[in-house]
Each structure stands twice: as structure tokens, then as C-alpha cells.
């Protein structure tokens, strides 16, 4: 463990995570840990959209500031979040992101402790703006990403995401369902990713959705995002068999609402997955070239199915062969939403169910 450092008794802290998806709800539980501990510290986070529009209302938050994702490039840009984030005067600055566009916001801040990565997850130059360098003992990226806070006496802190939904969120959620005449139980199938190399064949999600709908009366809802996606969405329910329909476009705190509805969630490593984690529905994850040990699905109630994976640098997964992906065959899946299925006769919003990972 970490040194505690000496801290005010309300310290203000900053958060940098700028992206993506699935790693801004990874760093969820950080924000709401600090705020267990430090009840009138001021917390602010940096983020870039579209992840940002997820931390709109946290109740851990007492400000978000929006970068664009290529801010690095713009000198005027960096001036003025330079000005934004000096004005805020914060005492510490967390970079959970360990990039080097991470960790410069944490250097323009102005923070006089800045806490990041020292190892193999403070990656290109990071690690130069940090006072604070952690060396991680944990595998999986939300452990990992807690293990920052170890410095301020956080340790181990329960895991709570605390996804922001609005009754506005949910009446949307509402809406989309009515259109689609979905008001029974349903699974929500997600069809893309964001590389190729962690795509599986939208004919096997479609057969997944046959085997919800014959053996278990579950229609899927087929989500996506972008045309891409949608073309493999429309694939999936047009080998269904009339088991699968095919969801409207929505934006991320839409998907959070309709995913807070759903009895499972069957997807590829993805934001969206990890969406699904955060609001609590049991998710089937299928992982090729990420090992599902450092970003699998989190806690409780969720299955990964893997066959296959790499144990290098992510250019190399990024580039992953599809071999990966296809040695998941349809059965392996099928019979993995039959455990989980198996095990969710509670109330959707009632026990958990226990963890199994295959």
C-alpha cells in the first residue's frame, strides 16, 4: 500500500479519465469512493464526449468539464482549460487514464500532487507529470484504477458505479419499448465494438436470439451505434427468426435505461457491456484478444465466455486475427445464457445473482 499523504480536511481533487465508454464507467467507483470518504471535498472530472454525457448529474460530482478529445493539438484550447482547471485550485489531481494527454491535464491543472500509473499502465510519456507514481498489484481495470486513491487512506473501497438516469432517461427507455410492443421480459443483444478484432458474426448472434426466444420466450432487442453497427444489427435480426427486433437509434443514457430493463445482456467487450454492468443487469461477455481477467465484465452475475486471448501490447490485440472471435461457437454462448437465466427467477431489482465465469 501507499504512504497516506497529509491532506486538507476537504481537499479538492480532480479526476482525469477522458475516454472511452467503457473505461469512463471503469472509473466510476473512483469518484463515488471519494466521495464515501471525503463528504464535502470538492471533485471535479475531466472527460470528452461522447463518455462525458454519462457523468452529467453524478451525484459524486461537483463539476464536469468537457474536453475535446483532440485537444492537445490546439494551443488555444489547452490555454483555456488551462485558465478553467487553475480556477478551480485543486490540491490533488488523479490521472486514470496514463496517457500522455491524461496526464498533461492533470500537469495543467496546476495540482501540487498528481497521482498516476508508475507501471506498464503509465504508458508514452506519463509518467513525467506525476509526483505520485502507483505500482498496481491488481489485474482487473477497475481494481487497478482504485488502487490511485490508496495515497489519500482509500483502500478497497466497495464497488459502486452510481450510473446517472434521469426519469427523462427512463420515460425514453419507456417510449422505445412501446414502439417496439416489447413490454414482456426481453434480452438486449449489442452488435458492435469498438475494433474489428473483438467482433463476433452477427449470423451467431442471431442464432443466440433464436435460442432466447424458442427455449426461454425471450425476444432480443438488437442495439448499435452508426451505420457500421446497424448493418450488423439488422443481419442479427434478419436471421432471428422473428425472435430479434432491431432498437432505434439512442444515446448513451438511453441504452443505460433500456439496459437497467433488460434480464441479460449478450455482447462483445465494448462500452455498452460495461454499461450494463454499471446499472446492474446480468451480462454474458464474449472476449477475444482483451483477456477477460483485466476488463471482463465487474462483480457479481455476469459470464464471460473466452477461448482465446493475447497477453500483449494493445496495438497487437487491436489488430488481433478474427480467429479470435470465431473459436466462440454459438453453443458455448447459448448454454452460458441458459446458466444465467437459470439463476434469475428473483425480481429484476432483488437478489443477486452468483458469479460464474467460464
Not at 481533487?13 to 472511452?20: D, E, G, K, M
Not at 468537457?66 to 482547471?85: H, I, K, N, Q
Not at 436471421?239 to 435505461?257: I, M, V
Not at 437459470?342 to 467460464?358: A, L
Amino acid at each position: 500500500m501507499s504512504k497516506p499523504l497529509m491532506l486538507p480536511e476537504n481537499p479538492r481533487i480532480l479526476i482525469v479519465r477522458l475516454s472511452a465508454v467503457g473505461d469512463v464507467i471503469h472509473a466510476m467507483p473512483l469518484v463515488v469512493a471519494l466521495r464515501e470518504r471525503f463528504p464535502k471535498a470538492f471533485l471535479a472530472w475531466v472527460c470528452s464526449p461522447p463518455a462525458a454525457t454519462l457523468l452529467q448529474g453524478h451525484e459524486a460530482l461537483d463539476e464536469l468539464i468537457v474536453v475535446g478529445r483532440r485537444y492537445l493539438r490546439s494551443p488555444r484550447e489547452m490555454l483555456a482549460l488551462r485558465r478553467r482547471l487553475r480556477a478551480l485550485r485543486v490540491d490533488i489531481a488523479i490521472d486514470a487514464q496514463g496517457l500522455t494527454k491524461s496526464a498533461v491535464v492533470a500537469w495543467l491543472s496546476g495540482a501540487p500532487v498528481r497521482i498516476g500509473f508508475g507501471d506498464q499502465w503509465g504508458r508514452e510519456i506519463s509518467r513525467w507529470f506525476y509526483t505520485e507514481q502507483i505500482h498496481t498489484k491488481t489485474k482487473h481495470t477497475v481494481d487497478r484504477t482504485l488502487e490511485l486513491i490508496e495515497p489519500l487512506g482509500i483502500v478497497r473501497p466497495a464497488v459502486r458505479f452510481h450510473v446517472p438516469l434521469n426519469e427523462a432517461d427512463r420515460q425514453a427507455a419507456d417510449r422505445m419499448l412501446t414502439g417496439l410492443a416489447m413490454d414482456a421480459p426481453f434480452a438486449i443483444i449489442n452488435a458492435g465494438a469498438g475494433w474489428r478484432s473483438k467482433l463476433w458474426p452477427p449470423e451467431r448472434f442471431g442464432a443466440v436470439a433464436r435460442h432466447l426466444g424458442r427455449l426461454w420466450r425471450l425476444p432480443s432487442l438488437v442495439v448499435w451505434a452508426g451505420a457500421e453497427e446497424r448493418a450488423l444489427a439488422e443481419t442479427i435480426v434478419a436471421s432471428a427468426d422473428g425472435h430479434a427486433r432491431l432498437a432505434p437509434s439512442t444515446t448513451l443514457r438511453e441504452l443505460a435505461a433500456l439496459c437497467e430493463k433488460a434480464t441479460l445482456f449478450v455482447s462483445s467487450d465494448t462500452g455498452p457491456l460495461h454499461l450494463a454492468v454499471a446499472v446492474g443487469t446480468p451480462c454474458v461477455g464474449l472476449y477475444g484478444p482483451w483477456p477477460a481477467e483485466e476488463n471482463g465484465p465487474y462483480g457479481p452475475g455476469h459470464v464471460v465466455v473466452q477461448k482465446m486471448a493475447i497477453y500483449g501490447p494493445s496495438s497487437q490485440r487491436r489488430r488481433a486475427p478474427r480467429e479470435l472471435m470465431e473459436a466462440i461457437d454459438v453453443p458455448s454462448v447459448c448454454e452460458t445464457c441458459d446458466t444465467i437465466l437459470s439463476r434469475t427467477t428473483v425480481e429484476r431489482n432483488g437478489s443477486q445473482v452468483g458469479e460464474v465465469r467460464i
